[in-house]
């Protein structure tokens, strides 16, 4: 009798359930794997980038309004569907079409010197990590150098934690290729925290395809950063606090500040100014991930009312959720109003061509990392490997290692077509 692979996946799945296997697990040729289909990855990558635009969409007007004391939860921003179009000039998002593209279009093994090249060219306004990375770079530094704390005075910025959300949605179930993004692309503008800050990140993304506890979640993610790390211990912080009073946000909240959100505190990073700091703003990202209970609107307005990078901070949490609950959880009143024919600012990406390319690199990056893509039509599935997170040494920006003197060649500089900014935020001039 022939049996369809599809019907074999789906019975070998259920034998393995039955030996306390999750996830989706099954053996193919001898390699432990983990089953979804397309169309559910279509629903989670896509509310990913639904809950990225939707929390940045609604945090951003209070961004840096309170640090170190709550918002009103009552004068909280009321949500408004049209809201949603906001995501389209936000550095949260606009900064990863630029990753994405460099991806599509010089392959995902891209090195960073590479990344760092497009990265340089891109024209749209940035402030911290990212402006001074960038202007290290349009100074003729190549990357990583442009990040090496000889070179950058706030590695420890919140820069590519906002920006590393595109490194785990890509991934489903790979985290460990999350981290090496973190190589490919975080290295470019942070280092240290800095970096293990969007490894982390990337690594969430990429492990809520499989699972949908949110602590199991956090606990899987921080096994691929450091544990010495500042970071590190921030993330076991917010853990142990959600295991000792998991309906008090706001005690938790208080915690975190006293910990980590203190300007001359032991654990204050190198950093443009103590608000922007990876820590603080990533414990923002957990209060309104872990004590939001996976509702939409109680995580945003959590992690907003933290303070800090008040947009950033509900964009990813609410981007992990979206992973696990799918867009389609998102009703009208979040998704209905948004313009499908706008793109991110200075890039070439719709909604609906950011989904596709996603997509696209997403089957690449299956295959290149073991996995198969099996059947067709709505039997279509991904299977991706169950592989161990190698985790690097630990780097600090207080005590760096070695580096830090990479320089442009005199034709790659030359394929630079911009000067530094004259201030953050400001237009990208082209050279004369």
Not at 209 to 232: G, H, M, Q, W
């Amino acid at each position: 009798m022939t049996i369809r692979f599809s019907t074999r996946v789906a019975l070998a799945a259920a034998a393995l359930a039955m030996l306390g296997c999750t996830g989706g697990c099954l053996f193919v040729d001898g390699v432990e794997m983990r089953s979804i289909s397309v169309a559910e990855y279509r629903d989670k990558m896509a509310g990913a980038w639904i809950g990225q635009s939707v929390g940045v969409a609604y945090g951003w007007p209070t961004e840096f309004k309170r640090s170190g004391e709550l918002f009103d939860w009552d004068a909280l921003p009321i949500w408004k569907p049209e809201l949603v179009n906001e995501t389209f000039n936000q550095d949260d998002l606009y900064v990863e079409m630029t990753f994405i593209n460099t991806l599509d279009t010089r392959g995902i093994d891209v090195g960073v010197r590479e990344a760092g090249i497009d990265f340089a060219n891109s024209r749209y306004r940035l402030w911290c990590a990212n402006a001074n990375a960038r202007d290290n770079l349009r100074r003729g530094i190549a990357a990583p150098s442009s990040s090496h704390p000889k070179n950058h005075p706030s590695t420890d910025d919140i820069d590519y934690q906002i920006e590393a959300d595109f490194s785990g949605i890509l991934v489903p179930g790979m985290p460990w290729r999350a981290v090496k993004f973190g190589e490919q692309f975080g290295r470019i503008m942070n280092y240290g925290d800095g970096l293990y800050a969007g490894q982390f990140v990337g690594a969430l993304y990429s492990i809520a395809y499989f699972e949908t506890d949110r602590v199991k979640t956090v606990e899987a993610a921080l096994r691929c950063i450091p544990a010495e790390s500042r970071y590190a211990k921030m993330v076991r912080d917010m853990l142990a606090w959600y295991a000792a009073d998991p309906k008090d946000w706001r005690k938790a909240w208080k915690l975190a500040v006293d910990a980590y959100g203190r300007d001359k505190g032991p654990n204050m990073g190198k950093v443009s100014y103590s608000a922007i700091d990876v820590k603080i703003n990533g414990a923002m990202v957990l209060l309104g991930y872990l004590w939001g209970d996976g509702d939409i609107e109680k995580t945003m307005k959590i992690s907003t009312c933290g303070g800090y990078d008040s947009d950033c901070n509900p964009s990813t949490a609410l981007g992990i959720l979206g992973v696990q609950i799918g867009a389609k959880a998102f009703g009208e009143q979040y998704v209905g109003k948004l313009d499908h024919s706008k793109k991110w600012e200075f890039t070439d990406y719709t909604y609906d061509g950011l989904l596709a390319v996603c997509e696209k690199l997403t089957r690449q990056l299956v295959v290149a990392e073991g996995g198969k893509i099996k059947g067709s039509g709505a039997d279509e599935r991904f299977l991706v490997p169950v592989r161990d997170v190698e985790v690097g040494p630990l780097l600090d920006s207080f005590k760096p290692g070695p580096g830090g003197d990479e320089r442009l060649t005199a034709e790659e500089a030359a394929s630079i077509r911009y000067i530094p900014c004259k201030k953050w935020g400001g237009q990208s001039e082209e050279k004369k």
